[in-house]
T-cell receptor
């Protein structure tokens, strides 16, 4: 029940295209859903995050869509650029506890071709 | 911009040896974490630390692991007797502790056990 399932495992998109990565969760206690971007040899960096009281959040070219009833959320990267090529992880956590640990998805390796 | 710093960036050790991975979290942060990422796999929670004690640990964090905040700035992860399967990237993270705020990750320490 603590798992976060992520797909696809890898994704190739042409420059200017839309990249879409999907995640699903089981634990209804999760109330914070961040997306992290990781470049090779670097630590994960927060890209964008959403809470379940909204269905969509947009920051620049990055949008999270959230479907609470389906327990799914997705990352959309509009006008994808070669510099977006990285591994993307969705994650989930619960607030209110002493930990707020992040449960990560398995990651998606995105390659944006010029 | 404040950042989490980790040392060393790469550590090679022989099986059975003790290793200490070091982290300097962001100075006003209150919650500290260690995560592990085996090559090509997802980021996994190891342990959280708050108010000078462990607040939660995963099943991975067995008796061979320990954490310490010895001097109010450093946060260390010790593996007493390393095994081959401990080879991974270890990430330290910290957050302010007010609600579900952003967790900032360090660049990681690549541990190779031979």
């Amino acid at each position: 029940q603590q798992q976060v399932k992520q797909s696809p495992q890898s994704l190739i998109v042409q420059k200017g295209g839309i990249s879409i990565i999907n995640c699903a969760y089981e634990n209804t206690a999760f109330d914070y859903f961040p997306w992290y971007q990781q470049f090779p040899g670097k630590g994960p960096a927060l890209l964008i995050a959403i809470r379940p009281d909204v269905s969509e959040k947009k920051e620049g070219r990055f949008t999270i869509s959230f479907n609470k009833s389906a327990k799914q959320f997705s990352l959309h990267i509009m006008d994808s650029q070669p510099g977006d090529s990285a591994t993307y992880f969705c994650a989930a956590s619960t607030s209110g506890g002493a930990t707020n640990k992040l449960i990560f998805g398995t990651g998606t390796l995105l390659a944006v071709q010029p | 911009e404040p950042e989490v710093t980790q040392t060393p960036s790469h550590q090679v050790t022989q099986m059975g040896q003790e290793v200490i991975l070091r982290c300097v979290p962001i100075s006003n942060h209150l919650y500290f974490y260690w995560y592990r990422q085996i090559l090509g796999q997802k980021v996994e929670f190891l342990v959280s630390f708050y108010n000078n004690e462990i607040s939660e640990k995963s099943e991975i964090f067995d008796d061979q692991f320990s954490v310490e905040r010895p001097d109010g700035s450093n946060f260390t992860l010790k593996i007493r007797s390393t095994k081959l399967e401990d080879s991974a990237m270890y990430f330290c993270a910290s957050r302010t502790g007010i609600g579900n705020t952003e967790a900032f990750f360090g660049q990681g320490t690549r541990l190779t056990v031979v």
